[in-house]
């Protein structure tokens, strides 16, 4: 059942974050967030909601490009209330569906809706995965260590599931399907014909979602500077990618725990103290807590909140 899958993904990140303080020193962990002053804090916050906002406008993008219009103001909403959905659903995947149900309530068009936020997570994976590989580059010794194969195993895992997607419902014959299933892979396949006919509008997005994430990683960078870790530029916009993408495995509570081991294992190779970086990720933990919360604030703010809410019910937090 659900909620047995949503208590073993919890225990799998209380399992790990206990085993993560008994073996880590807990007060140079300790020291190291604490040392964190209250400008850095905030600034990072700032940072991070502001590349939601142009996340916000990213989906809002694509989905015009589906044939989906909604408002700058809908669009900033339905984000917010995914954004503050992650903190109650097993996965930040959860929040995009939160997302698409806030958009799909007001204007129908459940498949086009699903393919544009689709898109938009690609988009995100995708330019994750470049991030990466561009900075492994700049990385003299990453060929030596077990890192580089993860990334190559990522990139085409991701890749071959897209395509195989894509052409499944581009080219699959229809017909051979139950109606009800014909009758939704039909729709997907007009949607999927609407962004492939906006070609600019994809290349857009792809490039504001590699900002995007680029600036998430810079943050970090603020973070752990503030923490007096000493590691290079291109180790980190290596490393918080691809823990990133592997925190996606849905095994825990959000990525919690698995984000910590394996940023701490890919930055342990080059000299960096995992006491250090699982402090740093825990940093970063508190700040899509705290971002989370003010996406609610926000959600509930904004035009169109309580027209939806009976709509809503058993959607989020309970």
């Given at each position: 059942s659900k909620?047995?899958?949503?208590?073993?993904?919890?225990?799998?990140?209380i399992g790990i974050l206990v085993a993560l303080l008994w073996w880590l020193p807990t007060d140079v962990l300790l020291n190291a967030i604490a040392t964190v002053?209250?400008?850095?804090w905030t600034m990072v916050v700032a940072g991070f909601l502001l590349g939601h906002l142009f996340s916000s406008l990213k989906w809002r993008l694509l989905l015009t490009a589906v044939g989906v219009k909604i408002s700058v103001a809908e669009a900033i909403r339905a984000h917010a209330a995914g954004l503050f959905a992650n903190l109650c659903l097993p996965s930040v995947v959860g929040g995009d569906v939160v997302r698409a149900a806030v958009v799909i309530r007001d204007h129908k068009r459940i498949e086009s809706v699903a393919l544009g936020s689709l898109a938009d997570r690609i988009n995100d994976s995708f330019a994750l995965v470049l991030l990466a590989a561009l900075a492994g580059m700049l990385i003299p010794d990453l060929a030596e260590i077990a890192a580089g194969k993860i990334l190559v195993g990522a990139a085409l895992l991701l890749l071959s599931a897209v395509l195989a997607i894509f052409a499944f419902v581009r080219w699959f014959p229809a017909a051979r399907l139950p109606h009800k299933i014909e009758h939704f892979v039909l729709r997907i396949r007009d949607a999927q014909n609407s962004l492939i006919g906006s070609p600019g509008i994809a290349v857009i997005a792809f490039l504001m979602s590699f900002s995007i994430q680029g600036g998430f990683v810079l943050?970090?960078?603020?973070?752990?500077?503030?923490?007096?870790?000493a590691a290079s530029l291109s180790l980190w916009f290596f490393a918080w990618p691809m823990a990133k993408l592997i925190?996606?495995?849905p095994v825990s509570l959000g990525g919690i725990g698995v984000r910590e081991v394996a940023l701490a294992g890919l930055m342990a190779p080059f000299g960096i103290n995992p006491a250090l970086v699982v402090a740093q990720s825990l940093s970063w933990q508190v700040v899509l807590v705290g971002s989370g919360l003010f996406a609610g604030l926000v959600a509930t703010v904004l035009p169109g909140y309580k027209r939806g809410m009976g709509k809503m019910k058993g959607v989020g937090c309970d």
């Open positions: 909620r047995y899958k949503l208590f073993v993904r919890a225990g799998v990140s002053p209250w400008p850095v943050l970090n960078v603020i973070l752990a500077n503030a923490m007096g870790i925190a996606l495995a």
